[in-house]
């Protein structure tokens, strides 16, 4: 068959090839907005994560400042002045790490929610995970701390240093531009050996808090929130 007889039988069906091309652009038009789309949600998503990142960045810089200075309030504890400006400075420094630890929820959500506390509202259901719980710590070492009598000043800022260090390796694990998981997996997609050694070591720090303070607890009832100053 010649090129004439080609184009000859090519106009004598031109509707049949007219529509064959037609059919060709829509789907190469339609794998090609298809493609697009996907890079647009790419994009979407990353900008998304790139903005959860500066809050709970913001948010980690607070809480870094908050447990230094929790610290240094402890070292110093015995150059207050007297009681009330000791309680005062104490009082101001556990309303800073309870406030954090309520803010941190919005990014570092209980884990197996539907393991435990399930009569409790649906933020507090679950296990804290580490990085909150290191906040809490610290909170209870510090809210049981008096200005002359107990543990050191230094035992006391040395535990909650260990605290701000767990705490900041927590965080740094959340912001690593290597991970690629989807924002809202990603601390349920951490690694299970480092998500292992992360609550391996905020046990021990809250085995560590209850031997220093025989008592204390940890997890008071939302019901009923007992004081938790019961050891010196």
Known sequence: MTANDILALMREHLDVV???SSALVALVSAVASRAETRRQRRLQTEHLRQTIDS???EWGTTAIEALGRAAMFARTRHLQAN????VGGKTSLLISL???VE???MFFPNVDAEMKGAEKEGAYRGHRPPILDAI???YFELNAMTRDTGPTGD???DFIDDCRRLMVSELQAHLDPRRLDKIIERYDDQSARNRREAIDRAQVLKAQLQTRRPGLVLD???ASRPSTEKAS
């Open 55 to 57: 809050a709970s960045l």
């Open 83 to 86: 009681d009330g400006t000791f």
């Open 155 to 157: 035992s006391s800022a």
């Open 103 to 105: 803010r941190g929820r």
């Open 220 to 222: 008071p009832a939302p």
């Open 136 to 138: 809490m710590w610290a």
């Open 18 to 20: 007219l529509a064959i």
């Open 98 to 100: 309870s406030a954090l």
